[in-house]
Nanobody, 121 residues
Framework: QVQLVESGGGLVQAGGSLRLSCVAS????????MAWHRQAPGKQRELVAT???????DYADSAKGRFTISRDNAKKMVYLQMNSLKPEDTAVYYC???????????????WGQGTQVTVSP
């Protein structure tokens, strides 16, 4: 069974930094796109950043210039370095990976359980 587990969330003051990590485990044949999403209280989940299998990143406007997504394919991990954090970045951050468990099935999305990021004023 495939599992995604996030870590690195916590409480930080505005202007501070956090680094989120996510590791994929289980029966994995190939990982395509990996991404970070977030969901603030009372709001819909939104995309923060994605990174392709060829390491091409893309960011939501809110993340550009402050967040950096990266991945380590050998370790099956994706990271999100968050700098210059703002109170409006407070949310549960979810790791997402589109992957296939073997060569005969199509890649489908998997989600982690989320990690809380709280930014105080």
């Amino acid at each position: 069974q495939v599992q995604l587990v996030e870590s690195g969330g916590g409480l930080v003051q505005a202007g501070g930094s956090l680094r989120l990590s996510c590791v994929a485990s289980g029966r994995i044949f190939r990982i395509n796109t990996m991404a970070w999403h977030r969901q603030a209280p009372g709001k819909q989940r939104e995309l923060v950043a994605t990174i392709s299998s060829s390491d091409s990143p893309d960011y939501a406007d809110s993340a550009k210039g402050r967040f950096t997504i990266s991945r380590d394919n050998a370790k099956k991990m994706v990271y999100l370095q968050m700098n210059s954090l703002k109170p409006e970045d407070t949310a549960v951050y979810y790791c997402n990976a589109v992957l296939s468990s073997n060569q005969y099935v199509p890649a489908i999305p998997y989600w982690g359980q989320g990690t809380q990021v709280t930014v105080s004023p």
